[in-house]
């Protein structure tokens, strides 16, 4: 039997492993930011509580590396990761936040109930910050170096294990 | 009947409470008033990704995020911005997963090369059963004296 007959089962049966192979994978539905290494846009949002001041570039030039919160008071993984930002607020990080598509009486009634970690928050109504920062989605939020280069990205709600982790990335942000 | 009231409650609560409630970005619903524009603007958010829902294009998708995308294109081409820079503006952020379009790139070569292969490949096998066969004489040719 010649050996080429075996060349189309031999396919057959590559295809059938990487399918196996690509089936057994866990799948990564985040779409990460490609802005990582890059500055921050230059921008000025009013400000989205009552409360608390606004948000601009400027704001990220002071030689102190922070979070920026990427939330709304719409969004239920934001009430989740509420407690996890106090938490970094207490041990000393500043956090900006920017609301997303979001009304002064909600995010004013969402920082009474679920408590403010936030030093400023800018309202950005039309995600127009959101895109030029390849945020797809909230919460989210960024570690900003002190220069206003963006250096970090953690998608999805802050949760307790994340906190450590962030405040290192801090502090690698601030070398 | 408790559960399913329940259920049903629960069906509503969530999309209602994890939905926003401004009003959309001007030009997410709003046409451009030139057609040449809009024209431009459309073609483009048809190959545009919405990363929202992700299998959709941000012309066919009603999540607000998608609105947002479809403000920027249309403002941008209203400023006179070229089509393939507003695209390499969202590539820049989102790396090549919100462009439809298809790109030579470092990893999808191969699905530009492969089926030329296998053309190759199929092209030199016809050649050879058949495509000499007219001149005669091949081992594969039975004269009478076999039958």
Same mark, same amino acid.
């Given at each position: 039997?010649?050996?080429?007959?075996?060349?189309?089962?031999?396919?057959f049966?590559? #295809?059938? +492993?990487?399918?196996?192979?690509?089936?057994?994978?866990?799948?990564?539905?985040?779409?990460?930011s490609?802005?990582?290494?890059?500055?921050?846009?230059?921008?000025?949002?009013?400000?989205?509580s009552?409360a608390?001041? +606004?948000?601009?570039t400027?704001?990220?030039?002071?030689?102190?590396?922070?979070?920026?919160?990427?939330?709304?008071?719409?969004?239920?993984?934001?009430?989740?990761?509420?407690?996890?930002?106090?938490?970094?607020?207490?041990?000393g990080?500043?956090?900006?936040?920017?609301?997303?598509?979001?009304?002064? !009486?909600?995010?004013?009634? #969402?920082?009474?109930?679920?408590?403010?970690?936030?030093?400023?928050?800018?309202?950005d109504?039309?995600?127009?910050? !959101?895109?030029?920062?390849?945020?797809?989605?909230?919460?989210?939020? #960024?570690? &900003?170096?002190? !220069?206003? &280069?963006i250096?970090? !990205?953690? &998608?999805?709600?802050?949760?307790?294990?994340?906190?450590?982790?962030?405040?290192?990335?801090?502090?690698?942000?601030?070398? | 009947?408790?559960?399913?009231?329940?259920?049903?409650?629960?069906?509503?609560?969530? =999309?209602?409470?994890?939905?926003?409630?401004?009003?959309?970005? @001007?030009?997410a619903?709003?046409?451009? *008033?030139? =057609?040449?524009?809009?024209?431009?603007?459309?073609?483009?958010?048809?190959?545009?990704?919405?990363?929202?829902?992700?299998?959709?294009?941000?012309?066919?998708?009603?999540?607000?995020?998608?609105?947002?995308m479809?403000?920027?294109?249309?403002?941008?081409?209203?400023?006179? *911005?070229?089509?393939?820079?507003?695209?390499?503006?969202?590539?820049?952020?989102?790396?090549?997963?919100?462009?439809?379009? @298809?790109?030579?790139?470092?990893?999808?070569? @191969?699905?530009?090369?492969? =089926?030329?292969?296998?053309?190759?490949?199929?092209?030199?096998?016809?050649?050879?059963?058949?495509?000499?066969? =007219?001149?005669?004489?091949?081992? *594969?040719?039975?004269?009478?004296a076999?039958?």
């Amino acid at each position: 039997m010649r050996w080429t007959l075996w060349v189309p089962l031999l396919l057959f049966a590559f #295809f059938v +492993g990487l399918a196996g192979y690509q089936l057994s994978q866990p799948k990564d539905e985040f779409i990460h930011s490609t802005m990582i290494g890059k500055p921050l846009p230059e921008f000025e949002l009013k400000p989205a509580s009552s409360a608390l001041p +606004g948000v601009s570039t400027a704001d990220f030039r002071d030689g102190k590396p922070k979070l920026l919160n990427i939330w709304a008071s719409w969004c239920l993984p934001c009430i989740a990761e509420a407690p996890h930002l106090e938490a970094l607020r207490e041990a000393g990080v500043e956090i900006v936040g920017v609301a997303i598509r979001d009304k002064q !009486q909600d995010v004013d009634r #969402f920082l009474e109930t679920h408590g403010n970690p936030y030093s400023r928050i800018g309202a950005d109504d039309i995600s127009a910050i !959101q895109l030029e920062i390849g945020s797809s989605g909230v919460p989210e939020t #960024f570690v &900003i170096d002190g !220069q206003g &280069i963006i250096r970090h !990205q953690h &998608i999805g709600d802050v949760r307790a294990e994340n906190v450590p982790e962030l405040i290192e990335k801090l502090r690698e942000a601030g070398q | 009947m408790r559960a399913l009231a329940l259920f049903l409650a629960a069906l509503l609560a969530l =999309p209602l409470a994890a939905q926003d409630s401004l009003p959309p970005a @001007p030009y997410a619903y709003q046409q451009l *008033e030139d =057609p040449a524009q809009e024209a431009k603007a459309m073609a483009l958010m048809h190959t545009l990704r919405c990363l929202k829902c992700q299998s959709q294009s941000i012309a066919d998708s009603d999540a607000p995020m998608a609105g947002d995308m479809r403000h920027q294109v249309r403002t941008r081409i209203a400023a006179g *911005e070229d089509p393939e820079a507003i695209r390499q503006w969202l590539v820049d952020r989102y790396g090549d997963y919100v462009s439809y379009e @298809p790109r030579m790139t470092a990893s999808a070569w @191969p699905l530009f090369a492969i =089926p030329l292969l296998l053309l190759l490949v199929a092209g030199a096998i016809l050649w050879k059963r058949i495509g000499r066969r =007219p001149e005669g004489g091949s081992g *594969e040719v039975y004269d009478e004296a076999d039958v």
